[in-house]
């Protein structure tokens, strides 16, 4: 993957760029040498950081597309190694939506469709790669195997109705709510309540997410992730700190439940000093408060 550039006319100061450059070294770094899940994370901190400082779909610029569709294509080679094929299927899709790589993507979303069960789904997305590179040998061999799991029909078998595949049709109602959370957190005046309700609804469509359910339990773990920081945000830390106990018994491994568990146990306690320093009536006590606060505040993770 090529490495980070300057996006022109994107918010991105020199900070961000070197933290995205160091997540995307050490993702690729991770992939190559097999720590898939590692990987994984690097991926998806580098998306959550790219969304952060780029504009809305409709205004990003043309490197600001392609910079995060190689990042969803990173992601969703890790996914498909961890066989998530869930999280493939999103960003395989966010690929398609981008514009760029819109090939790789259908061949991902199709293998990844093909993984999970849905055959005639995968058809319809090897055709549309196939449409984009006619002579590709590869392909037309993908075709091939995804019709005879169909049972040798050479298209699939159109559905009956439209609740006919209602595990895709979950898995997209997922992604919009996300995608719309996601949009309201990160605008130029950013609506919390209005993304903590996008999570949500998200997070009730993905339903319990059981550790032993791989691709549902990492898309919850992302979500719980999104929803604690806009909980954080709101300053509903009890909250974010039971959302972030969440993702530690779902990915132990993982070090974003803890970072966001102890993220909001230091907001927490700064936010009931700055009560403390409020109550008190001499310049004193406020002194010996106001002290703690500070300790407190260079004690935040980034």
């Not at 959550?48 to 995060?68: F, Q, W």
């Not at 990492?218 to 106990?245: M, P, S, V, Y």
Request: glycine share 8%; hydrophobic share 35%; net charge neutral.
């Amino acid at each position: 993957m090529e490495s980070f550039v300057q996006l022109p006319g994107e918010n991105v100061d020199e900070n961000t760029l070197f933290q995205l450059q160091g997540l995307i070294a050490k993702g690729n770094a991770l992939y190559h040498s097999g720590r898939h899940k590692e990987a994984y994370d690097y991926f998806s901190n580098a998306i959550n950081k790219s969304t952060g400082c780029l504009k809305s779909l409709n205004e990003i610029s043309p490197a600001g597309k392609m910079l995060l569709s190689n990042l969803y294509n990173r992601r969703a080679a890790s996914a498909n190694k961890l066989q998530n094929y869930e999280q493939v299927i999103y960003d395989a899709t966010e690929m398609i939506v981008l514009g760029f790589q819109i090939e790789k993507g259908h061949v991902r979303k199709g293998g990844a469709l093909l993984m999970a069960g849905q055959p005639g789904e995968a058809v319809k997305e090897y055709k549309e790669a196939l449409k984009l590179n006619p002579d590709n040998a590869a392909y037309k061999q993908y075709l091939k195997e995804a019709q005879e799991k169909c049972g040798g029909q050479s298209e699939p078998a159109p559905p009956p109705a439209p609740l006919s595949c209602p595990e895709v049709q979950r898995q997209n109602k997922i992604h919009d709510r996300t995608k719309q959370g996601n949009k309201v957190f990160f605008a130029e005046k950013p609506d919390y309540v209005g993304a903590l309700d996008h999570y949500d609804s998200a997070l009730k469509e993905v339903g319990e997410g059981e550790k032993s359910d791989k691709p549902t339990a990492a898309i919850k773990h992302n979500l719980l992730g999104r929803r604690a920081q806009t909980l954080k945000k709101l300053q509903r830390f009890q909250e974010a700190i039971d959302d972030a106990e969440q993702m530690i018994e779902l990915a132990p491994e993982s070090e974003k439940g803890y970072i966001l568990k102890a993220n909001a146990y230091i907001c927490l306690a700064q936010h009931a000093l700055e009560g403390g320093v409020r109550a008190m009536t001499t310049p004193e006590s406020r002194e010996i408060i106001q002290k703690h606060m500070n300790a407190l505040e260079a004690a935040t993770f980034v």
